[in-house]
């Protein structure tokens, strides 16, 4: 007579372990601060008029000075994107049919910023254009920062600290890893949206025609990064 096997089988332990194979499963965080190393402005460039094409090439023009000015800061710059344009018509609120009062437009620019010190020089004089407002700092890291790594690791190893102490303070030892998952980590994503979460907004006064605005001091805003991973071990079986 032949009998099928209902325990373990000889592969591997159970998902929940059991008394001969012990499973325990922790968590490892990691909490870093570090200098950031990007600042990114939004910039946002407006034009109004009565007349649609004069409309146009104003916001044209006011559009190509402020790009222009970027990108004399050189290698300052790391990027310079176009985010969204924008044309359109106020209608008046009284009188027959559908009138035309003024038009609107505006373009949105983001610039990245690595170069700290002409921060403040740029966005003032970003700011003392005529139609134009700027956001920002956005303080961030790199996506390839090893910075993020760092924390990885050290998440890790919060987990196989914490996994050695529970296994102690049941007079055993850790046998294996039997799983490792990356739960949660805090890569300070950026994504160009109209309104995005985390930007200051930074009110400029316009000088005197025959004063240039003076260059604002901006402090970097230190970074916080967090990892979190979930890992499962099993122990050697304890004496209880």
Do not use: C
């Not at 010190?117 to 254009?129: V, Y």
């Amino acid at each position: 007579m032949t009998t099928t096997p209902t325990g373990p089988t000889p592969h591997g332990p159970t998902p929940y372990g059991t008394p001969d194979v012990p499973r325990i499963t922790v968590r490892g965080e990691a909490h870093l601060e570090a200098d950031p190393e990007l600042a990114r402005i939004r910039v946002t460039v407006q034009a109004r008029g009565t007349d649609r094409r004069t409309t146009l090439d104003d916001l044209t023009r006011r559009n190509s000075t402020a790009l222009d000015l970027i990108k004399s800061y050189g290698e300052a710059v790391d990027k310079v994107e176009t985010g969204t344009f924008s044309l359109a018509p106020e209608y008046a609120k009284h009188g027959r049919g559908e009138r035309v009062r003024t038009y609107h437009g505006r373009t949105t620019l983001t610039a990245e910023l690595t170069d700290f010190t002409a921060l403040g020089e740029l966005a003032t004089r970003l700011a003392d254009l005529d139609l134009t407002r700027v956001d920002g700092p956005h303080w961030s890291l790199r996506r390839t920062s090893p910075v993020h790594a760092q924390a990885r690791t050290q998440a890790v190893r919060e987990a196989v600290r914490r996994a050695r102490e529970y296994a102690d303070a049941l007079g055993t030892t850790v046998a294996a890893l039997l799983e490792l998952s990356d739960t949660g980590t805090d890569p300070q994503d950026w994504t160009h949206h109209e309104s995005p979460r985390g930007w200051t907004r930074a009110s400029f006064a316009k000088a005197p025609d025959d004063e240039p605005a003076p260059a604002l001091n901006l402090e970097p805003q230190r970074q916080h990064i967090q990892a979190t991973v979930s890992a499962a071990f099993t122990l050697h079986p304890p004496t209880l």
